[in-house]
């Protein structure tokens, strides 16, 4: 994708819904609700302060992150969907489990714990 938000905003590819329920219901198109998941495709430069200093973006391409329901604009180029939102409408980075986190639970399990 040859795009390049401008200050502080970032694209985001929206991560599909599970089609089912955990119990086998599948939920039709008119029941799902909006995504709010989604991967950071690409980044802008930053913000601009009134004082004329840039702050640089706290995100990254490839952040699993989540946004505000309504944010940003979505957009279709070659039928992919796309999303525009800005920095601020970026409510959480979702981190992956550490190597570490994944040991002491694997120890835990052994243990009994």
């Given at each position: 994708?040859?795009?390049?938000?401008?200050?502080?905003?970032?694209?985001?590819?929206?991560?599909?819904?599970?089609?089912?329920?955990?119990?086998?219901?599948?939920?039709?198109?008119?029941?799902?609700?909006?995504?709010?998941?989604?991967?950071?495709?690409?980044?802008?430069?930053?913000?601009?302060?009134?004082?004329?200093?840039?702050?640089?973006?706290?995100?990254?391409?490839?952040?699993?992150?989540?946004?505000?329901?309504?944010?940003?604009?979505?957009?279709?180029?070659?039928?992919?969907?796309?999303?525009?939102?800005?920095?601020?409408?970026?409510?959480?980075?979702?981190?992956?489990?550490?190597?570490?986190?994944?040991?002491?639970s694997k120890t835990n399990k052994k243990s009994g714990r």
């Amino acid at each position: 994708m040859n795009l390049r938000p401008l200050g502080d905003r970032v694209v985001v590819k929206p991560v599909e819904r599970e089609e089912k329920t955990k119990s086998g219901i599948v939920i039709p198109d008119t029941a799902k609700e909006k995504p709010q998941e989604g991967i950071v495709e690409a980044v802008g430069t930053g913000r601009i302060l009134d004082s004329g200093q840039k702050v640089p973006m706290e995100l990254k391409v490839g952040d699993k992150v989540l946004y505000a329901k309504y944010a940003g604009n979505e957009f279709k180029p070659d039928n992919v969907e796309y999303m525009i939102i800005s920095e601020k409408d970026v409510l959480a980075v979702v981190a992956s489990p550490s190597k570490s986190n994944q040991q002491r639970s694997k120890t835990n399990k052994k243990s009994g714990r």
